[in-house]
């Protein structure tokens, strides 16, 4: 294999975290050349031995103290020896993209519904520890960037966002439909988590967001069908209540209009008479208020629907449209 004289390394990508240099035959007095925001990782037999910062060093046994004495190196010679050379890219990598791949199952306490929610968002890192980071994460590839960092970490930024998430939504503090007015909270406390999980492996979080939370098109529609329905029968509800009181109150009229009668008692015909004359006259006041009651309640369904986000502007007017004209 070639030796090299002169090392170094020009990032083809603004994604590329750390890059191996192409051989492990080196030479002392070999310039090893580490530019702005890099650092060069010496590893031999998977054991990181020494660490170069940003300018050009001669590689000789001073500045390889530990390298040479696990393999011997003479003093002052151009001596071949074999390593591995990693150049890792310090510079912060912003507005990387995550998301969720599938839908997370959680329950919206507020509407007492099961739903599959959807995240997206973005997030940044950078390295502070090359050495840990090398160790820890690169392995046998030669290459790393940042699509390889997050496929490695994907799951557990899942796992702390769906937890978060399910927290907010389960405690009632917000619901899968005004949720995303609660965005910077939620990114902070998975900032927080998340952090934690990199500092391990060298890498600082430098920024994270969760950009929105929405609901996949099928499953809308059918929270709005069973909110819908919710509604309808809150309302037939409303509706035998009122006429099971419109019959008590018709039955107190006639018990009453017979007692007070001369002679205690009234004509079967009279007591028919006056009962649904009663009964019709009650039915009717009844019937108003029970119009204005149930077209009151029915609005303001609507308008918490709207608000919710069940239904759009032009679905509310519609049926508002409807309510009055029905009235």
Known sequence: ????????????????LVWKFPTDQLTLGSQLLVSTS???VFRKNGQNVDLFKPGNHTLSTTNLPILASLI??????????SAEIWYVNKTPKRDLKWGTTSPIPLIDTKFNLPINARAFGQWGVEIVDSILFVDQLVGDR?????????????GELIQDVSEVVSQTISSGIASIFDINASL????????????????????????????????????MQKIQEIMLKRMEVEQLGSVN?????????????????ASNASG?????????????????????????????SNLETKLKKLKSLLDSGLINQQDFEAKKTKLLEDL
Do not use: C, H, W
């Open 72 to 81: 011997n190196l003479p003093f002052g010679r151009q001596t071949p020896f």
């Open 241 to 257: 209540v009122t006429n099971d009181y419109a019959t008590v109150k018709t039955l107190d009229i006639l018990n009453n209009a």
């Open 1 to 16: 294999m070639a030796l090299f004289d002169r090392l170094k390394y020009e990032p083809t990508s603004d994604t590329e």
């Open 38 to 40: 890099q650092e060069a």
């Open 142 to 154: 030669n290459f790393a960037g940042s699509e390889q960092i997050y496929d490695y970490f994907r």
């Open 184 to 219: 910077t909270s939620v990114s902070q406390r998975v900032t927080q988590v998340f952090s934690g999980r990199l500092k391990q492996y060298g890498i600082k979080l430098t920024n994270f967001s969760l950009d929105r939370i929405n609901l996949p098109p099928e499953e």
């Open 264 to 292: 205690g008692v009234m004509p079967v015909i009279t007591q028919m008479n006056l009962g649904n004359a009663l009964a019709n006259a009650a039915q009717d006041n009844l019937n108003k208020n029970t119009s204005a």
